[in-house]
């Protein structure tokens, strides 16, 4: 994926889905092991493992094998909440929005979903996508702002401009709706994506932790949630 100029971006269409699915969940997934390394390089993890190792040691009679097995075990039990944090947020938007992608968002003026379609080999591919949903803005007297969702590229075509020209395109058809703002949140192992967000002018607005997973795996992966904007 050489040149920008064979990238259209254009509306989904039902035949999309299993392709835009695809892109989405290994998009999603890929940030498990960066995410897993991240939690375990931390210094309080690396000093419960040794704890849970010396523990394990005393316990079963100064048993290395069981001393190493009960580490193991706490280690895996952080793969495992690294694992559950992002392939449940794909089962999660797969049986939403995503479940009915054209009755969710193309079906309604203020939503709309877009993908990227390349020409490989002479065969035209979706390679990214891109959806913005309108919300209320609180407070206001029917004001409202678009949320940036579902932003995600192949991986065998990032750095090649096609993220830009799909956030481009979502933001300008927030300005065109009239909406206040757009905002858009995720996750601090996506650090591609948040130089990305930067890049097309958006400020970090808020740091959390509220997330649709449990709090105790948000809590033991220590990964946060990022909200940014950009106000018109």
């Not at 940036?148 to 300008?172: F, P, Q, W």
């Amino acid at each position: 994926m050489n040149s920008k100029k064979h990238i259209v971006i254009r509306k989904f269409q039902p035949s999309d889905f299993e392709t835009v699915k695809t892109i989405f969940q290994d998009g999603i997934q890929e940030h498990i092991i960066p995410s897993f390394i991240y939690a375990i390089s931390q210094p309080v993890h690396i000093t419960l493992t040794l704890c849970f190792c010396i523990v394990g040691y005393i316990l079963s009679g100064e048993s290395v094998g069981l001393a190493l097995l009960t580490g193991a075990s706490w280690i895996g039990l952080l793969l495992y909440c690294c694992y559950e944090f992002y392939a449940g947020y794909v089962r999660l938007i797969l049986s939403t929005d995503m479940r009915d992608i054209t009755g969710y968002y193309i079906r309604n003026p203020d939503n709309c979903f877009w993908v990227a379609e390349a020409q490989v080999n002479g065969r035209p591919l979706v390679v990214g996508m891109v959806a913005v949903e309108a919300k209320n803005l609180p407070n206001s007297d029917g004001q409202k702002y678009g949320e940036l969702y579902r932003m995600n590229v192949s991986s065998e075509c990032r750095h090649t401009g096609i993220g830009s020209r799909l956030g481009k395109v979502a933001v300008d058809f927030c300005k065109e709706r009239g909406f206040s703002k757009v905002v858009l949140q995720t996750s601090s192992t996506q650090r591609a994506a948040v130089i990305l967000y930067k890049k097309m002018g958006f400020k970090l607005v808020q740091i959390h932790t509220q997330s649709e997973g449990p709090w105790w795996i948000i809590w033991l992966i220590r990964v946060t949630i990022l909200k940014m904007e950009i106000d018109f």
